[in-house]
């Protein structure tokens, strides 16, 4: 791991690693984060992934459906990064991880009163039913956190 940070570093001198609990790039501060706990070969193609939205510049995106788009193409950049030191990024595993954000998305566009699957509104702050008028929060998501976590369950606003 801290060989292939290294490598890096010396590629792109502009590029700032810090350790944390997960993989993950920060726009706000332009920090990529990585953690050792995984098992290494994982770890090693995460940081890749993060290194891939950071060369991209990847901001905030708006809505929902930019993140799908973002993470394709930050697996791209991760996939030449990967070529330059003869390492390749299975691509099962990015399959998997793509899979990780559509359930997600589509979780985050259910209804949480009757279920049905609804589409973000233009200031993409809140889903709104069209059938029972309910309308939920989502909170604008950092990248890469979507690993099965539960804590993203949409919660029903008053507005
Ligand atoms: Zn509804
Ligand atoms: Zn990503």
New binding site residues.
């Given amino acids: 791991m801290q060989d292939a940070i290294n490598a890096l570093s010396v590629k792109h001198p502009s590029l700032k690693f810090v350790q944390g609990k997960s993989f993950?790039?920060s726009p706000e501060t332009s920090e990529i984060f990585y953690s050792t706990q995984k098992n290494q070969r994982e770890a090693l193609w995460s940081l890749l992934?993060?290194t891939?939205?950071a060369l991209l510049n990847h901001t905030i995106y708006k809505a929902d459906f930019e993140l799908l788009s973002?993470?394709l193409a930050?697996?791209e950049k991760a996939k030449e990064l990967a070529t330059d030191m003869n390492l390749q990024i299975s691509q099962d595993h990015i399959e998997d991880?793509l899979d990780t954000y559509r359930d997600w998305l589509h979780k985050r566009s259910i209804c949480p009163t009757c279920n049905t699957k609804c589409l973000q509104q233009d200031n993409h702050k809140f889903y709104s039913c069209f059938n029972c008028h309910t309308k939920w929060g989502v909170s604008t998501s950092r990248?890469?956190r979507a690993y099965r976590s539960t804590k993203n369950i949409p919660q029903k606003i008053v507005v």
């Fill in positions: 993950y790039w992934h993060e891939g939205h973002l993470e930050a697996w991880c990248f890469c």
